[in-house]
Each structure stands twice: as C-alpha cells, then as structure tokens.
C-alpha cells in the first residue's frame, strides 16, 4: 500500500467534505461504541479481566524470547513449520517460496492486518499468483482496486451503493440493491475459489506457545474454508502475538469479542495445530507459520513497548472523534485511528508519519476503552517529542512553542501578555463575543467563530478571592 | 545472521539481557505446565441446571436454534423433521459411531444419509460437540477422523448433537476436557461455535449466513 500518511492534513480536509464517507461514518458512530458499553455492562468482571490483561502482557514481553522458542518447537512437533523474517521484505519473499514449491496458482486469503501491512496481495500478483480476498468486507475491497479503511471492518468507508456497483461490475449480474442478496451472490463466487484455490493464508490474532496453536476469530467463517480446503495453509501473524496458555489465550478472548464488535463472543474461534493427522479426512497437508517482525522487536524495551499489548480489537478507531471524523485512509497507511498513530511511525518512520501523532485531541477515549490499557494519548506525545527532538516540526510551531515557553518561564510577562491579548479579544469579539477571524489560528476561525475570553484571567481571579477570603 | 538470531538478539537487548536468567526460563515452563486460570466470570460459576439454562439462552441468543430430546435415540425422526421444516432432504453425517449407530432406517423416506467429507452445495450435516460452554452458547468441536472439519463449514445447514451433560460453565472447563482427551498433542484444529455464519461488512448491517453455515441447529440431549 502507497504511503499517503504525510497527505494527511489534505486528506482530512477532503474527507470532511465528501458527503458519501460522512454517511458511511455514521453507522460506525452509531453501532460500535454503543454496542460495545453494552456488552461490557453485561460482564461485571471486564475492567477486572482488563488489569489481569494488561499484567499478562506485561509479563508475556518480559518473557517474549522464551515464549516464542515454545511456540515454535511445539509448532514443529504438531508437523508445521515457523518462518522468521525480519522485515516485510523478508516475509513476502518466504510466503511466494512456499506458494512456489506447491506450483500455486490461486490463493484464498483469509482477513489478515499483516498481510495489508507487507504489501502481499500486489506482490503475489507481480509474481504471478492469484490473490483471492474472502472476508466479505476485503471481497468487496479487492474487486474495487481498494484498502481496509478499518482493522476489523474493512468497507466501513463504503454504502451499499458502491458494493451494489462493483458487484454488478465485476460479477456481470444484475444490480442488487438487498445487503442479503448482495452477501447471498459474493458466498456463491467465493464458494468456486474456496475449492480451487492451491493455498489459503490466514492471520492469527493469538499464537499459544503451550500447544503450538494458532487462532483465528471470525464472523463469516471464511477463514475456516480458507484454512481447511487448500493443500497448504499459511499462517502470517507477528511475533507479539504469542501467549502462554489456553486459558491465557480465553482471558484475552473474553475481551476482545466485547470490545470490538460488542459481541459475547464471536461466531468462529478456531485453533491450527499443525497439519492433517494421519487418518484426518480432511485439512491441509501443510502447515506454516510466518512471524513477521517488522519493527516490533525495536519497541521492546523502549518508551513503546506498551503499544506491543495491542490485541486489534479497533475500539480505540471506534471512540475516537477524529477518525470519526475523517474515517481510516486520511491516515494515509494501513493502521488507522490511536493505535495506528502510535504503531505507523514505528514501521514507516516518523519523518513519514509526524502528523498521525499529533492528528488527536488528546480527549483519552481511545485510552479508556482499550481492553490492555494501551496509554494511547501519552504513547503519542512520546512521538511528538521525538518529532521535535528531530527536528521536524514545523518553523512556525517550533518558533509559537518556543514563544510560549519563554512567557510561560516568566510570570510577569506572561500575566501582563495574557491579559491584555485577552482584553484585545473582547474587543475584537465586540457586541456578539465570538470572533470570526484571528490572526495564526485560521484552522480554527475557517471553521467556526472563537469564543473571547468571557470574564477575568485566572490569576485575576485568584487574586480577587485570595483578598476577599483575607477580609472575612 | 539469520532473521531468527537478528529477531531474537534484538528482543533481549530491549530487555537489556543476554539469555534468561534460570528464574526468568521457571516461571515461563511453571506457567505451562500449570496453565493456570485467569479471572473466571461469576456467570459460568453456578449450579449444573443453571448452566444448561444459561447456555440454552445465549445459544439463542447467537441465533442458534436448540433442540431438547430425551434421549439419543430420538434423533433421526428429529433431524428428519428439522430437515423437512427447512425444505432440506440430504444428510452428511459424521461417521462416529454414535451417530451411525442410529435408526436411520427408520427415517430413509424422508432423509437421504450420506458419510464423507463436506462438499460444496451439501444441504445439511450432523456432528458430535465434545461440550457446550454455558458462558456464551458456545460449542466445541475438533477434528478427527470421524469428524472431519468440512462438515462444520461448508453445509448451509450445520446440526449439532450435545449431551446435557457435557455443558459446562466456562471455555477453561473445555480446555481441560481436550486435555484429558488428547494427551499431550491437541487434535489439529478445535472450532468453538457460537451461532450460524454472519457478517456486518456492508453499511454495518447484521446479515446472516456469510460463508458458514446458514442456520445452526444444537440437539441437546438428555
């Protein structure tokens, strides 16, 4: 995927006008957060299941190269085998290798976040492999040339409209209008492809080290015939995805569902062990494992290393009023919202990314939603820091920061500066108090007037009552 | 150096140590071999009559549907009455015992049986659950010759046979149930299930019948 994360200002802007997307927002705004408060209201455990979570993973990165030489010797006694690679360079050319050596032709895709993040789809296709996405929502995205605008629902940026145009387009059928039928037509296509196809790529959302396990968690079960009818089965995953145990991988579960979806559960959790067993009648022959790094093991042990807790629930996206805003692609890379803010950087470079850290309100939403306690808002200001350190931030916010720190350092000044720029902007405001242009703050003023400063300043205030509590 | 030292060599230099300390290595077989409990939710913690009731509740509520029976004999007349009511004739059964071991003579007029693996276009299918787990109305199945996995995916219709008395509180009584079953090495896939096949991916609106099974129908028996 084209990185478009330094567009983002421009981007934004466009995407707040294009009514389409507006509309397309608003069934995210009004299903996910809604449904999400209530399931957490039906588990009085959940804020409790989320310290136990967020201890675990704390303890999982403290443990992460042990816990990973498990996974990958019980992998390989249940028959498959794990792939390290470093880099997503690393791991498009294993997963082609291994397409290879099975004469691939065609390949069914489970929905995977990673496979986005190393590009495969366009590089199985350079090198003469057919990528067959079969997750409703990356279906849809494939036959339109598109990308997730979502971690978990992909085509959220999208109406009905344009799943009815690029159906019709693309399966030479008559156009439906009904979501059903529309869902009813892609399960007859894909059901051709599930058969055909010569290997199936799944993600993971847990890797278990006790059992050499792979999960996958799923609505549609499209990653189960993804995995089951192929000769091969490849699972692409990333190395912080491993836990210890079976009941650790269920507290982790008992989360995620609920914080993503507002489901109690979802419909298909399924664990891979390995390849078929000798008398199985069906699965795959062949069982794979790629652990992508890309950039993960640099956060261990950083100020970020907290961001590797991350379980890809979205509710962070689904709470935050910018994304809401602006909706996934404005952030011009594969992951969107606070935790893409946070994580994009890391993989793509911060000279790239600069302005996804500082795209926040600093509201904490994201933060008190997230099922780990991932501290979002702070993660993103340790990026912005880094972002001033470097050198990157514009002249005219190095030089306003600089002012402010200056007259912040100094109290006179500041007092006698913030009073008198407050006395100016009642004056400005005039009879209606809100002042429709201002100097250096047009981001502001474009969009909606600035309300003036209403009474005294603070430390006018305080001085006023410190007199009248002396007096009585 | 390969990905595999790179990877590793960066990990424990932001843990800033070389290998683990024997501590470090005990805690992490200590939490393996244990495989101890996390906080277990208060709802899969009650009586044996109100986990049947609870799981009952959140199967349908999953849109599954559930099926009492007396006893495992009743089955094919009531499978074959499922099936009717669905406009469904064709039958995959798995091939455990349990289930050929039945009456299905009795009902041949009606349904169709046939054992093998799941096949595109097949109407319905019939396999075994090893438990239901009360806490969300799951169930779990796993593979084995027997029971092979196409059948849990590719029918538009998926039945399910579940003792009563395999319904158990939370999903770590499943664990430890597949534990004492397969010992040392888990079959090569455990599906839990919880309703039939649905997706939101278009304008957010719950469609059911994606690419699973349509309609999911649990017999609980006992």
Redesign the interface.
């Given at each position: 995927m084209q990185i478009k994360s330094p567009e983002f200002k421009q981007s934004a802007r466009i995407a707040l006008q294009d009514v389409n997307l507006q509309k397309?927002l608003g069934?995210?705004k009004?299903?996910f957060p809604g449904k999400r408060a209530a399931a957490v209201a039906r588990?009085?455990?959940f804020d409790?299941?989320r310290d136990?979570a967020r201890d675990?993973k704390n303890h999982i990165l403290?443990?992460?190269?042990?816990?990973?030489e498990?996974f990958e010797a019980r992998v390989v006694?249940?028959g498959g085998q794990v792939h390290?690679?470093?880099?997503a360079d690393?791991a498009r050319q294993t997963i082609l290798q291994i397409c290879r050596e099975q004469n691939a032709k065609t390949v069914t895709k489970g929905k995977s976040m990673v496979t986005e993040e190393i590009n495969l789809n366009e590089y199985l296709e350079e090198n003469g492999i057919h990528p067959v996405e079969?997750?409703?929502?990356e279906y849809?995205l494939q036959l339109r040339g598109d990308h997730p605008s979502h971690i978990i629902?992909?085509?959220?940026h999208?109406?009905?409209e344009d799943?009815s145009e690029a159906f019709h387009e693309h399966h030479k059928r008559p156009k439906l209008t009904d979501?059903?039928a529309?869902?009813?037509e892609a399960?007859e296509m894909?059901?051709?492809q599930?058969?055909a196809a010569d290997v199936g790529i799944t993600g993971a959302n847990f890797l278990v080290?006790?059992?050499g396990?792979t999960i996958i968690v799923t609505?549609?079960?499209?990653g189960?015939?993804t995995q089951?009818?192929p000769k091969t089965h490849i699972v692409v995953s990333s190395?912080e995805k491993v836990v210890?145990?079976?009941?650790?991988m269920?507290?982790f579960?008992?989360l995620l569902a609920r914080s993503a979806?507002g489901q109690?559960?979802?419909?298909?959790?399924?664990?891979?062990?390995?390849?078929?067993?000798p008398?199985?009648?069906?699965?795959p022959e062949n069982f794979h494992v790629v652990?992508v790094?890309n950039g993960r093991?640099?956060?261990?042990?950083?100020e970020f290393?907290e961001m590797l807790r991350c379980i890809r629930c979205s509710a962070c996206m689904n709470h935050c009023p910018v994304y809401g805003a602006v909706g996934g692609h404005s952030y011009g890379w594969v992951y969107p919202g606070p935790m893409g803010s946070v994580l994009t950087p890391q993989m793509i470079g911060i000279e790239q990314a600069a302005l996804l850290p500082n795209a926040s309100t600093a509201c904490g939403k994201c933060e008190e939603v997230c099922p780990v306690r991932i501290p979002l808002p702070k993660l993103m200001r340790h990026w912005r820091e880094k972002e001033f350190e470097q050198h990157l931030t514009p002249r005219a916010v190095r030089w306003g920061l600089g002012s402010w720190a200056f007259l912040a350092t100094h109290p006179m000044l500041y007092r006698l500066f913030s009073s008198s720029a407050s006395r100016l902007m009642r004056l400005l405001g005039g009879q209606k108090g809100r002042i429709s242009k201002l100097p250096l703050a047009s981001g502001w003023t474009d969009h909606r007037d600035m309300p003036v400063p209403t009474g005294k300043t603070f430390m006018q205030q305080w001085q006023a009552r410190q007199k009248q509590e002396n007096k009585s | 150096m390969s990905s595999r030292a790179e990877i590793f060599a960066n990990i424990r230099h932001g843990l800033r140590r070389s290998e683990a300390t024997d501590a470090q290595r005990e805690a992490v077989q200590h939490r393996l071999q244990q495989h101890p409990r996390n906080l277990i939710p208060a709802r899969g913690q009650q009586a044996p009559e109100a986990q049947v009731e609870l799981f009952i509740r959140m199967a349908q509520e999953a849109a599954a549907e559930v099926v009492t029976l007396e006893n495992i004999e009743q089955l094919p007349e009531a499978v074959a009455d499922t099936l009717e009511s669905k406009g469904q004739h064709e039958l995959i059964l798995a091939s455990d015992e349990t289930l050929t071991a039945l009456g299905w003579a009795a009902v041949h007029e009606r349904i169709r049986c046939h054992q093998r693996v799941g096949q595109v276009g097949d109407e319905a299918s019939l396999t075994l659950a090893l438990v239901g787990i009360a806490e969300t109305g799951t169930l779990m199945l796993y593979s084995r010759p027997d029971s092979p996995t196409t059948l849990n995916f590719l029918p538009d219709t998926h039945l399910v046979v579940l003792q009563r008395k395999d319904i158990v509180g939370v999903y770590e009584d499943g664990w430890d149930r597949l534990r004492s079953l397969c010992s040392g090495r888990l079959p090569r896939t455990v599906n839990l299930i919880t309703g039939p096949s649905r997706s939101a991916d278009i304008e957010q609106k719950l469609q059911m019948g994606a690419h699973g099974p349509r309609q999911l129908v649990i017999y609980l028996i006992g």
């Amino acid at each position: 995927m084209q990185i478009k994360s330094p567009e983002f200002k421009q981007s934004a802007r466009i995407a707040l006008q294009d009514v389409n997307l507006q509309k397309a927002l608003g069934n995210l705004k009004a299903g996910f957060p809604g449904k999400r408060a209530a399931a957490v209201a039906r588990m009085p455990e959940f804020d409790r299941l989320r310290d136990e979570a967020r201890d675990l993973k704390n303890h999982i990165l403290e443990h992460l190269d042990l816990y990973l030489e498990e996974f990958e010797a019980r992998v390989v006694e249940n028959g498959g085998q794990v792939h390290w690679c470093r880099t997503a360079d690393d791991a498009r050319q294993t997963i082609l290798q291994i397409c290879r050596e099975q004469n691939a032709k065609t390949v069914t895709k489970g929905k995977s976040m990673v496979t986005e993040e190393i590009n495969l789809n366009e590089y199985l296709e350079e090198n003469g492999i057919h990528p067959v996405e079969t997750d409703l929502g990356e279906y849809i995205l494939q036959l339109r040339g598109d990308h997730p605008s979502h971690i978990i629902a992909p085509a959220i940026h999208l109406n009905l409209e344009d799943v009815s145009e690029a159906f019709h387009e693309h399966h030479k059928r008559p156009k439906l209008t009904d979501p059903a039928a529309l869902m009813a037509e892609a399960r007859e296509m894909l059901r051709k492809q599930f058969v055909a196809a010569d290997v199936g790529i799944t993600g993971a959302n847990f890797l278990v080290a006790e059992t050499g396990s792979t999960i996958i968690v799923t609505n549609e079960g499209n990653g189960d015939l993804t995995q089951t009818l192929p000769k091969t089965h490849i699972v692409v995953s990333s190395i912080e995805k491993v836990v210890p145990t079976l009941e650790d991988m269920t507290l982790f579960l008992r989360l995620l569902a609920r914080s993503a979806t507002g489901q109690e559960f979802s419909v298909y959790n399924t664990l891979s062990s390995g390849n078929r067993r000798p008398d199985d009648q069906d699965g795959p022959e062949n069982f794979h494992v790629v652990l992508v790094d890309n950039g993960r093991s640099d956060m261990v042990g950083t100020e970020f290393q907290e961001m590797l807790r991350c379980i890809r629930c979205s509710a962070c996206m689904n709470h935050c009023p910018v994304y809401g805003a602006v909706g996934g692609h404005s952030y011009g890379w594969v992951y969107p919202g606070p935790m893409g803010s946070v994580l994009t950087p890391q993989m793509i470079g911060i000279e790239q990314a600069a302005l996804l850290p500082n795209a926040s309100t600093a509201c904490g939403k994201c933060e008190e939603v997230c099922p780990v306690r991932i501290p979002l808002p702070k993660l993103m200001r340790h990026w912005r820091e880094k972002e001033f350190e470097q050198h990157l931030t514009p002249r005219a916010v190095r030089w306003g920061l600089g002012s402010w720190a200056f007259l912040a350092t100094h109290p006179m000044l500041y007092r006698l500066f913030s009073s008198s720029a407050s006395r100016l902007m009642r004056l400005l405001g005039g009879q209606k108090g809100r002042i429709s242009k201002l100097p250096l703050a047009s981001g502001w003023t474009d969009h909606r007037d600035m309300p003036v400063p209403t009474g005294k300043t603070f430390m006018q205030q305080w001085q006023a009552r410190q007199k009248q509590e002396n007096k009585s | 150096m390969s990905s595999r030292a790179e990877i590793f060599a960066n990990i424990r230099h932001g843990l800033r140590r070389s290998e683990a300390t024997d501590a470090q290595r005990e805690a992490v077989q200590h939490r393996l071999q244990q495989h101890p409990r996390n906080l277990i939710p208060a709802r899969g913690q009650q009586a044996p009559e109100a986990q049947v009731e609870l799981f009952i509740r959140m199967a349908q509520e999953a849109a599954a549907e559930v099926v009492t029976l007396e006893n495992i004999e009743q089955l094919p007349e009531a499978v074959a009455d499922t099936l009717e009511s669905k406009g469904q004739h064709e039958l995959i059964l798995a091939s455990d015992e349990t289930l050929t071991a039945l009456g299905w003579a009795a009902v041949h007029e009606r349904i169709r049986c046939h054992q093998r693996v799941g096949q595109v276009g097949d109407e319905a299918s019939l396999t075994l659950a090893l438990v239901g787990i009360a806490e969300t109305g799951t169930l779990m199945l796993y593979s084995r010759p027997d029971s092979p996995t196409t059948l849990n995916f590719l029918p538009d219709t998926h039945l399910v046979v579940l003792q009563r008395k395999d319904i158990v509180g939370v999903y770590e009584d499943g664990w430890d149930r597949l534990r004492s079953l397969c010992s040392g090495r888990l079959p090569r896939t455990v599906n839990l299930i919880t309703g039939p096949s649905r997706s939101a991916d278009i304008e957010q609106k719950l469609q059911m019948g994606a690419h699973g099974p349509r309609q999911l129908v649990i017999y609980l028996i006992g």
